[in-house]
């Protein structure tokens, strides 16, 4: 912007007609570039005191609108001729192609700047009369972008590989089947978890938005990025808990005598208290597995040392929080604000640590238990092939679940971390490499598992049955325990638990990113705040955390677990593949990967969004109800009102995805028809809504692959 005295010389006019000249000379050489003429506004002279008259006798202001209608008709004509415009690597995505209405003349707005001299400087901006046509980008700054590739895929494969593959997969493979189990987990991974994860990158990475405005694609399911949004912040509430625990075993493994958990006789054990070594075979004979027993230094360290759980009588007595428990919370968050305060500059440098330490530690973990005895008899155990289970419907739906809360989509993580990549950015390939090192990561980690357990039962003489068990007793309780009984258990003790806060911190990092990212992007007085706003959020979850480390708080943590993020997120996907897949359409999205990597999705990705996908998470949806238990904690049966309560975190979620549906069809102005049209069509295509063409009112949109 060049600001200008508001007197006009005669030397200023020859040098404006001479300037007018010269541009558009340069026009006719730049008449077939991409790159227009929008720049050179900037050289034009406007005046504060444009109706002044000058000395031979025209005004400024007249002067300028001819300029500026010739440049407008230039731009027009240009604008026409180019028959493919230039491709340029861009951060950016470029306009869709749309029928827009013809440019119009411009007008042009003095703003006075200051006043010097007795001469006033004045600035200008050009004034559009119609819409401009949609960019992702269009008028707003340019989006932060992921400092090094690497960044991203370290932050997505963090986000994926969370505890759940440690203490969840393995059960579950041999439970099911073993290898058996293979098949289901595989077949589902290719239909549905894939195509879901890559469906999300690619929305992400070509609309540069946050979960929820990046359903401008169509406004009226808008509400599932709400609802997304809060249960990732439910699942904030807790899961920093199960991290603090892992940072308090860490603590409590920095000893130069036997580990804490390694015998009785401590102030927090009951009278009851026995040593493992001691208990024979004929007491698991009698039908209760090792899991279950509760009074080994183990489990007597995890539930009346960390928890506390004897002090309370259930979750309606859940008493205040723990002070040990409340610091190492307190370390959590801090250092999850800090890896997140300045965006994703610094979380795609945090990740380079908690993402590739966890395979290092798995790695050395997996060596040292292939050397241990009985480390055979665990992996045959793990991996033992039994086709019959296969008849089970129950195998098909663990496999189900387990395949999408292994991935991690829904949650709007992954919309998030793509929005911050380059626009052509291959995610493609991104989407099928990070989900195959996800799930390889679940197989190998089956391995360090089992061949502890293995080890395990051959010291106590049991089977792996007795043994195995999954969640945070396989962690907290069988783990521990198995690595108490290794040469140099301080230090197995340490590398493991250090491994579970790796772990546990990055997964965290990308649920509060969902949260920051797709609600900055609603609402940008908190993109401008973003420290202030990362600030707030931690320290909500840090307050409510806080009812979590209680001594019933195993108890909201098992409710929250169950319900915050269960029926709920698998509902908000479906919603979420349907809103894609069929009003947006897989096409006009296939066409907008298109844009940005060069080439179209095959065939099978695209029946995958349109069929499968939708299908797989409706299974998935219904076998999660059909199969619904009340509540339990071990022998704990939680009351009715509690599963009530559950009921109600997990509706406050799923109830927002009808509920701004509602909003957005109210708010709209017109007929029924007119409404519901501009809450389906993307809000870059309204303009065709008001000329009465409306892609889904036509049958060929719904029939389009």
């Avoid at 929305?203 to 009226?220: H, S």
């Avoid at 066409?591 to 060069?598: S, V």
């Amino acid at each position: 912007m060049v600001w200008a005295p508001s007197i006009m010389t005669a030397e200023q006019r020859r040098l404006l007609i001479l300037t007018r000249q010269k541009l558009f000379l340069w026009s006719q050489r730049r008449a077939r570039s991409a790159t227009l003429i929008l720049p050179c506004w900037s050289c034009i002279c406007l005046t504060h005191q444009a109706r002044q008259p000058l000395g031979h006798g025209t005004s400024i202001l007249v002067e300028c609108r001819l300029l500026l209608r010739e440049l407008t008709c230039l731009l027009a004509t240009m604008t026409k001729s180019l028959s493919q415009p230039e491709q340029r690597d861009s951060a950016v995505a470029p306009l869709r192609d749309c029928s827009d209405p013809p440019l119009q003349k411009k007008d042009v707005e003095l703003l006075l700047v200051k006043e010097q001299n007795g001469v006033q400087y004045t600035s200008s901006n050009l004034l559009e009369t119609r819409s401009p046509r949609y960019s992702p980008t269009a008028a707003e700054p340019e989006r932060e972008t992921w400092g090094k590739k690497i960044d991203f895929l370290l932050s997505v494969i963090g986000f994926s590989v969370d505890l759940a593959n440690v203490w969840r997969f393995p059960y579950l493979c041999y439970k099911n089947g073993g290898g058996a189990f293979l098949i289901p987990y595989i077949l589902f991974l290719v239909i549905a978890g894939m195509p879901l994860f890559y469906m999300e990158l690619a929305l992400g990475q070509y609309n540069r938005e946050g979960a929820a405005t990046v359903w401008k694609i169509c406004p009226l399911f808008k509400g599932v990025g709400y609802a997304v949004i809060l249960i990732a912040l439910y699942v904030g509430f807790y899961y920093n808990v199960i991290i603090a625990w892992s940072l308090y075993y860490l603590f409590a493994s920095f000893t130069l005598e036997e580990l804490p958990w390694t015998k009785c006789g401590n102030p927090w054990n009951s009278p009851n208290c026995i040593d493992p070594k001691l208990i024979n075979a004929s007491t698991f004979a009698a039908g209760t597995t090792y899991s279950k027993y509760k009074i080994t230094p183990a489990a007597e360290f995890y539930e009346r040392r960390v928890l506390q759980l004897h002090l309370s009588r259930g979750i309606h007595d859940i008493g205040l929080p723990q002070w040990q428990l409340t610091l190492c919370l307190v370390v959590v968050v801090i250092t999850v604000f800090f890896s997140l305060w300045k965006g994703v500059k610094t979380s795609g440098k945090v990740v380079w640590i908690t993402a590739t330490l966890p395979y290092v530690v798995l790695s050395v973990l997996l060596i040292h238990g292939l050397t241990l005895p009985g480390a055979y008899d665990g992996i045959k155990a793990y991996l033992n092939i039994d086709f019959r289970r296969l008849k089970e419907a129950t195998v098909w739906i663990d496999a189900a679940t387990q395949i999408f809360y292994s991935l991690g989509a829904g949650f709007g993580v992954l919309i998030a971390f793509a929005s911050y990549n380059r626009f052509d950015n291959n995610c493609y390939r991104d989407a099928l490499m990070t989900s195959t090192i996800n799930c390889v990561t679940s197989f190998i980690s089956g391995f360090a598992i089992f061949s502890i357990l293995g080890y395990m039962a051959h010291v106590y003489k049991v089977k792996i049955q007795d043994v195995a068990t999954e969640g945070a007793g396989l962690v907290f309780i069988i783990y521990p325990e198995a690595i108490s009984t290794l040469k140099g258990s301080t230090f197995w003790a340490i590398v493991f638990f250090i491994m579970l806060l790796s772990l546990g911190i990055d997964s965290s990092m990308g649920g509060m990113e969902a949260v920051i990212t797709g609600l900055a992007d609603d609402f940008h007085i908190l993109k401008r705040h973003r420290k202030l706003f990362t600030f707030g959020v931690s320290f909500g979850t840090f307050l409510v955390a806080l009812f979590c480390i209680t001594n019933g708080g195993i108890y909201i943590l098992t409710l929250l677990d169950t319900f915050a993020a269960g029926t709920s997120i698998l509902f908000a996907v479906l919603i979420e593949a349907i809103g894609v897949s069929w009003f947006y359409g897989v096409d006009r999205f296939s066409e907008d990967i298109q844009q940005m990597m060069g080439f179209k999705p095959g065939l099978y990705w695209r029946l995958c969004w349109k069929f499968v996908s939708p299908a797989f998470l409706l299974f998935v949806v219904i076998a999660s109800i059909v199969t619904f238990k009340p509540l339990t904690y071990d022998e704990y049966v939680f009351p009715p009102w509690a599963n009530s309560v559950g009921w109600g975190i997990a509706l406050s979620s799923m109830i927002l995805v009808p509920a701004y549906a509602l909003y957005k069809l109210l708010k709209a102005r017109g007929t029924f028809k007119q409404r519901l049209a501009y809450c389906i069509t993307p809000e870059n295509e309204h303009h065709l809504v008001a000329e009465g063409n409306v892609r889904q009112y036509k049958f060929q949109h719904w029939l389009s692959i």
